[in-house]
């Protein structure tokens, strides 16, 4: 698979993870979505904390103190009378009783709650239904008719936790033989807006001009304003007692519940493993109160698929197209990128998936990561270990950038090509030991290798003694013909300092030839794949440098084609040297010797 093909292929890898990723989020495996609940929660928590409450809505706790003073729990009713007694005087706007009265106590205590209900005309008494296996209502847990009777309202208590146990969701309406029963908090908020009818729609409770968002069964989603305690409290046995003062019940909207760990009505929120209920229904009616809804509807599961596909394919195409240093600090700022904005979004009330949009990153960075190493990372090692000792560290990172510059195989180019050889190597070897040859010669190739490569050009081999280089490739170069020639020239004064370093040492020094030509070859990786290969330029004009190189020895100094003066006369001085016909050739061509380079105002004369 070629780069490119790949670069083609990475945003359909990105979208089939993140494919897979939407089937999985429909899904709805328990794993994830458990930890996706549990982000809910850390939002809750950890992220957005304690919001402003409605401060209408106090607690009328049954709590430890309260049982410590008015005796074990469950109390006479003749405590709830004086409450009820109590708080209507005080002129509460409603009050609403999250306890049940299912069995007589006596008719006497049981008529006087009575009368004290009716009179109030402010009181709701709490219901409880059970379930069958296929989730309808099987049964009703009625209170004694002669309370039912008397209240103003009669609203279920039921509570619906997530399999992990944390009440999230609650009914605010639960349909029973014709009839709707409302929950405690929704009736609360009936009351306090002053609406006694509600209509149930397939995803919303409308009360009055307010439209609660639901799920298909009426669930609506909690929008907790804080941990416990965020609400007002009053002791029930303070109440009773005549403790509280009238005024701080007034025009208040009051839930009476238990709230001592003894009576067991603890529940687990996202703010708390031990939330009283009453608790919770004072945040569903606040929530209702002020319209702060939660919402994971529509527009919200709209929402994660696009964000799922838009991360899988993105992530993929910053993980393939950018080295590893650079796009895994990317993936990270665009996962946490997404985190802030899904907590944003929290904050304005809309619960938008964390896991699954994370996931898709984590599996599109993963898959994207494997193939780039694989097919993209592997190719660039390979050129750079075929390139880096032969060409610029500039023309290896641009191969690298697009590895098809070098593929196998060879395509036509024109390029300058020269040859330097070492006059009378043969008879200076014969005179030498190999030890000091060799030293001297790696002392020569390396400075001529390093000359090359500063000039940009690609050092092809050592033939011997020779040196074969050029340019033009595998990079294209606009200036190649300029870039050669100033580099034989500065090869002839290195050779010079080298020279004068050898006669130092007391070593005969070495001299040169160089032959410069430019014109047509074929350039590419040529050899067996998996074998031997190499990249390399072939064709007649190479051959053809290689024999002019022996005519610079007459000058000393390089040698240039006609074709190549053509293309730097006006950057050059050379001399005209005539026509010469090498070995391979008919016809004769010109050849110049090269002196220098003009000055820079000479060159535009």
Known sequence: ??????????????????????????????????????????????????????????????????????????WSREFFRELIDFASNAGAKAVLLDVFFPEKESTEVDGRLASSI???????????????????????????????????????????????????????VIPYKGKLYPSLALTAAMEAMGIDEIEVRDYGVVLGSKTIPTDIDAGMLINYTGPPGTYERFSFSDVVKGQVAPGQLRDKVIFVGATAIGIYDMRVTPFSNNSSGVEVNANVADNILRGDFMQRGGIEKLIDLLS???????????????????????????????????????????????????????????????????????????????????????VVDELVKDPELARIG????????????????????EKRSPQDVVKTLNDYLAEMTNVIIEHEGTLDKFLGDGILAYWGAPLEQEDHTELAVRCALEMIRRMEGLQRKWVSEGTEPLSFGIGINTGEVIAGNIGAKGKKMEYTVIGDNVNLTQRIQSESREVNCPVITDALYERVKHIVVTEPMGAVTVKGKHIPFNIYALKGIRSEENQHA
């Open 1 to 74: 698979m070629s780069p490119k093909k790949l670069r083609y292929i990475t945003p359909l890898l990105g979208f089939l993870m993140a494919a897979f990723v939407v089937v999985l989020y429909y899904m709805q495996t328990g794993f994830l979505e458990g930890f996706e609940a549990r982000t809910h929660d850390m939002r809750f928590k950890a992220m957005r904390g304690p919001v402003e409450h409605n401060r209408d809505i106090v607690i009328i706790a049954i709590d430890d103190r309260s049982v410590a003073e008015l005796g074990r729990f469950p």
């Open 118 to 172: 009716k009179n109030s005309g402010t009181i709701t008494l709490a219901t409880a239904f059970e379930f069958g296996q296929d989730g309808s209502v099987a049964s009703m847990i009625h209170n004694i008719p002669v309370l039912a009777r008397s209240a103003r309202n009669i609203a279920h208590i039921n509570v619906f936790p997530d399999e992990d146990g944390v009440i999230r969701w609650t009914r605010l």
């Open 410 to 429: 060879g395509d036509s180019r024109v390029v300058t090509i020269m040859f330097a050889d070492i006059k009378n190597y043969t008879t200076y070897s």
């Open 308 to 394: 799922i596909v838009a991360l899988g394919i993105v992530v993929s195409l910053i993980t393939v197209r950018l080295r590893a240093s650079v796009s895994f600090p990317l993936v990270l700022i665009l996962a946490a990128g997404y985190v802030f904005f899904s907590y944003l979004m929290f904050v304005a009330g809309r619960w938008l998936s964390m896991v699954y949009p994370i996931l898709t990153v984590v599996l599109s960075y993963s898959v994207a990561a494997y193939l780039r190493f694989f097919y993209l990372d592997r190719k660039a090692n390979e050129i750079r270990s075929m390139f880096s000792s032969y060409v610029s560290k500039k």
